[in-house]
């Protein structure tokens, strides 16, 4: 790395490290797709040419050479219908993990401005290459191809960064040597010089999901590499390639550097193998990183022991709608909340909680279903263009979400259907809207569990105070990421912040705008809290970073200072 890239990074570094005390806006990346492949983006990727290093993909082997591999892995097939034809090495489980643990010396020894330093890098080439990875995520994922760009690419690069200026916040935090004198009266003192080394846990194992390959697994793996990990990478078999390409870049840095490329690993599965259960079990794994259902992230939880283990599950989001003084900017709001990539994001609304009374809109009395009508026919306006509904909306990514949608009507009573929408560019494409089910709050079973995909429920309450007692309890019980409320009085608002503080949920409030519950900002929000069952941890906190390593000393005593002759 040359002199002018590394002053680059360290401009960038320190930037962050200022956003992490701030929590104001900063992002490092831009979210403009048009800001890249200019002329004002030297070496960065047009969309042309994105697409074409994605076609590239298509149809062959993935170029990765790593250690210890036996065999090929195949490939995905695009939610959008086509067959990548792409195939991945598969590697023996005992020689990637002997070669991942052979690194971890020489990498501990570089240091944290050096880790960081070539985090930095590792994130800088995959900006440059953010139109590949849109491509990538998109026919992976299913998102439509501008959330793809901005949700796998600069954003999940921010939160990367994020990750990285956490964990070496906390790597500084103390002196990596000292000189320590202790007076002794009249003898002379006891003087020993000390050094506190960072070390590493050991292995680290990141477990992809299918929505949000990048977005979700970038803070864990950055987290782990920077602390001095290496980091085996296991992808959803879904969702292999933007893993795939964020692997090889990592390796092609690390070994540009004189370090091993064996630090990061893509451990692709076959089908049926099971390779996350066996990765997470053995004893050099020490952290684990994942994003996925419930039951396997309790099994980790329960069963990893010899790991730390960070996950974030599923829960049941709620929305107290009590009183708003722009009765379309939330219409519009939720409309947009419940649209967006189908409902297949771990932040979407699910419960929206509303008094039997009804509400108050801009001054007026609204019934529950004169809301449920206003709601509907805001999502139908939004979607009511196939084209822009299908820029909106992706597609549907799992067989689960459809079962989930099509089940949904059986459940009570169908105030917003779904309907099927032909993709203009991907006829093969599965593509819904969503909908939303009136049931009562009595109706406990229906809407207490996780329906993850397009289905929401207006759940019908006594009052606003039993939305927010709902609200606090269902949080407690069955998790939750976000959190919502719409009113105009302040006590409601005081009252509901004060159940999300106890449930331990991230709170909204009154967003009419274009900002959305099922959106956070690295630097800004902290994504998840750690403190309800939806998720153990926070993107990013210090608790995140903080045990991925640990500093071990070394003291060495020093003679006392001969006497002066006179």
């Not at 509400?359 to 009395?365: P, R, S, W």
Request: net charge negative.
């Amino acid at each position: 790395m040359t002199t002018a890239t590394q002053s680059h990074h360290r401009e960038t570094l320190q930037r962050a490290l200022t956003a992490i005390r701030e929590r104001s806006y900063w992002s490092a990346y831009p979210e403009n797709l048009k800001a890249y492949g200019g002329e004002d983006a030297p070496g960065s990727q047009s969309p042309a040419d994105g697409k074409a290093a994605f076609d590239d993909y298509l149809g062959k082997p993935f170029p990765l050479r790593q250690s210890g591999t036996d065999g090929e892995v195949a490939g995905e097939r695009s939610p959008y219908g086509i067959a990548l034809g792409v195939t991945y090495p598969h590697a023996d489980v005992d020689t990637m993990l002997a070669a991942a643990t052979a690194a971890i010396p020489t990498w501990r020894s570089a240091g944290p401005d050096v880790r960081a330093e070539l985090g930095l890098e590792i994130l800088h080439r995959i900006n440059a290459r953010s139109h590949e990875m849109a491509q990538a995520v998109m026919h992976t994922s299913g998102q439509a191809y501008a959330m793809a760009f901005q949700a796998g690419g600069p954003h999940a690069q921010d939160r990367a960064l994020e990750a990285i200026a956490y964990s070496y916040a906390e790597m500084t935090r103390h002196a990596p040597q000292a000189t320590w004198e202790k007076p002794q009266g009249k003898r002379p003192p006891q003087r020993m010089t000390k050094t506190f080394t960072v070390v590493p846990r050991g292995v680290a194992l990141v477990i992809g999901c299918n929505t949000f390959p990048t977005w979700n697994s970038y803070p864990g793996l950055f987290a782990s590499l920077v602390t001095g990990n290496a980091v085996v990478v296991k992808p959803h078999p879904g969702a292999v390639l933007p893993l795939a390409i964020t692997v090889a870049i990592a390796r092609d840095v690390l070994a540009d550097a004189g370090f091993s490329p064996d630090l990061v690993q893509l451990a692709a599965e076959q089908p049926g193998e099971g390779l996350a259960k066996v990765l997470a079990l053995r004893p050099e794994v020490k952290v684990i990183d994942y994003t996925g259902s419930t039951g396997f992230g309790t099994w980790l939880e329960q069963n990893a022991h010899q790991a730390s283990v960070f996950t974030e599950k599923a829960g049941v989001n709620p929305v107290v709608i009590d009183s708003t003084d722009d009765y379309r900017g939330m219409l519009a709001n939720l409309a947009f909340s419940l649209s967006l990539y189908t409902g297949q994001m771990c932040t979407t609304p699910q419960n929206l909680l509303v008094p039997r009374d009804g509400i108050t809109a801009d001054g007026a009395h609204k019934s529950v279903d004169e809301l449920a009508a206003d709601l509907a026919a805001a999502v139908d306006g939004l979607l009511g263009d196939d084209a822009r509904a299908t820029a909106l909306l992706g597609a549907v990514v799992n067989p689960g979400v459809l079962e989930r949608l099509e089940k949904a009507p059986s459940y009570g009573d169908v105030v917003l259907a779904s309907r099927a929408v032909t993709h203009p560019d991907f006829p093969d494409a599965v593509v819904r809207t969503p909908t939303v089910v009136k049931v009562d709050a009595a109706n406990r079973d229906t809407y207490l569990q996780e329906c993850f995909g397009p289905v929401s429920f207006l759940v019908t309450t006594g009052s606003t105070a039993e939305s927010i007692d709902l609200l606090r309890e269902s949080v407690r019980d069955h998790g939750a990421i976000t959190a919502a409320v719409y009113s105009t009085d302040d006590k409601v608002l005081d009252a509901t912040e004060e159940a999300a503080l106890d449930a331990g949920v991230a709170l909204s409030e009154n967003l009419t705008e274009t900002v959305y519950v099922n959106q956070s900002a690295a630097f800004s929000d902290f994504h998840a809290t750690g403190a309800n069952p939806a998720a153990n941890s926070a993107l990013t906190d210090a608790a995140y970073v903080a045990s991925r390593f640990r500093i071990v000393q070394s003291r060495r005593h020093l003679p006392a200072d001969p006497p002066v002759t006179p």
